[in-house]
């Protein structure tokens, strides 16, 4: 018989995101990685872009510690701050990174670029 999982909320410590909505998440190995989305709605709600991040996050998941991962690209190389984006664990020349595609931008406006971005 196949072990049964269990569902629990966890307590996480470090250095813990803000709440966000419409970000994307992935599990990069044991960790679990977040990146961007929306920290405050817009006072139209979906009409408007509200207050996006660019900021990523992984949470190790056997410690439950939160980091937030400083930026160790080129200048100019790291997805601008957006929410409802595409975004995937990716290899390029070895080494694994994020691959971010489109999403919305502060402005409101669709963004049509896509990044690979190492930490």
Same mark, same amino acid.
């Given at each position: 018989?196949?072990?049964?999982?269990?569902?629990?909320?966890?307590?996480?410590?470090?250095?813990?995101?803000?709440?966000?909505?419409?970000?994307?998440?992935?599990?990069?190995?044991?960790?679990?990685?977040?990146?961007?989305?929306?920290?405050?709605?817009? %006072?139209?709600?979906?009409?408007?872009? !509200?207050?996006? &991040?660019?900021?990523?996050? *992984? @949470? /190790?998941?056997?410690?439950?510690?939160?980091?937030?991962?400083?930026?160790?690209?080129?200048?100019?190389?790291?997805?601008?701050?957006?929410?409802?984006?595409?975004?995937?664990?990716?290899?390029?020349?070895? %080494?694994?990174?994020?691959?971010?595609? !489109?999403?919305? &931008?502060?402005?409101?406006? *669709? @963004? /049509?670029?896509?990044?690979?971005?190492?930490?």
């Amino acid at each position: 018989m196949s072990p049964v999982a269990e569902n629990k909320w966890v307590k996480t410590t470090g250095d813990v995101p803000p709440a966000r909505s419409v970000f994307p998440a992935v599990r990069s190995g044991k960790e679990i990685v977040v990146y961007g989305g929306e920290e405050e709605p817009h %006072e139209l709600m979906h009409m408007g872009a !509200g207050k996006l &991040s660019g900021e990523v996050y *992984r @949470l /190790d998941t056997e410690t439950l510690v939160w980091e937030k991962v400083v930026d160790g690209t080129e200048e100019g190389k790291k997805p601008s701050p957006r929410g409802w984006c595409a975004f995937a664990v990716a290899v390029k020349d070895g %080494e694994e990174g994020l691959l971010v595609h !489109g999403g919305n &931008s502060p402005t409101n406006e *669709r @963004l /049509d670029d896509m990044v690979f971005w190492r930490f």
